[in-house]
């Protein structure tokens, strides 16, 4: 792919140093589909009172040695919406604030995508939750940290095709990772077809969540200090009354200090 830097879109202040960079990534973003977008080392400040930046049918790779950062946690960090092609590669951010009472601000969200890669993305502080994909397909992602969430690490509703190579979580609420069916969604109706390496979990509500997903395919699970379950498998009549969990399949784990929180 062509490669630009965002440091070839800018709209005023000193890139990476703080300045209010919401336009700048917004400008860089819609003009470098089909491209990669570098994000050099230094930190990209999100500061949009009226929310986070919403990216629409992009397709191409952004990641970089930078960090975004986000100055409202009230409001989601970046969305990205209908785009196909869509590669995340030593993606960073977190919210700038401390955590604080829980909200409907998820970091990033993925919604309405197709052939999404995702590499070395690590998150971190939020109200919400780290990572929601909504109806995605063919999605892989090679390797997830997260740390410091109100809500779910990674939450995924209704997917068609789905790998995860490792997951990392440290101080989650709800489920470190969720896989979860949701009745009512025109794009795609199920949550199927899902391949995770391997999950290590530290101080979370629950460690792996799975309801009323099928054909999930979990290797290696270490988790350690829950505030409820370990594992969870389940269908939750809240989210679905035409699924139910089915062929889950989950190899070596080991669940330590279940209830400790």
Known sequence: L??????DFYMGGTPGLGADDTASLSRA???TCLCALDLPKGEYI???PS???AVENYSGKIGGRGKLRFANP????ISWNYCHGLHLAEFRSEYIDARTTRNGATMIVVRFCNDVQIDAMTLRNGNAAALLTLECANMEIGRICMDGFKANGLMVVNAAGLTIGQLIARN??????ELSCFDGKSVITDCSDITVGSINVKNADIGLLINSARRVNVGVCK???TRYNGIQIIQDLNTTT???PDDISIGNSVITNVGAI
Do not use: K, Y
Request: aromatic letters at 4%; hydrophobic letters at 40%.
């Open 2 to 7: 062509p490669t630009a830097s965002i440091l």
């Open 29 to 31: 973003v819609a003009e």
């Open 46 to 48: 999100i500061n949009n």
């Open 51 to 53: 929310g986070g930046v």
């Open 74 to 77: 009230t409001n989601t960090g």
């Open 172 to 177: 989650v609420e709800d489920g470190a990772l």
């Open 223 to 225: 988790i350690d200090r």
């Open 242 to 244: 035409a699924q139910w």
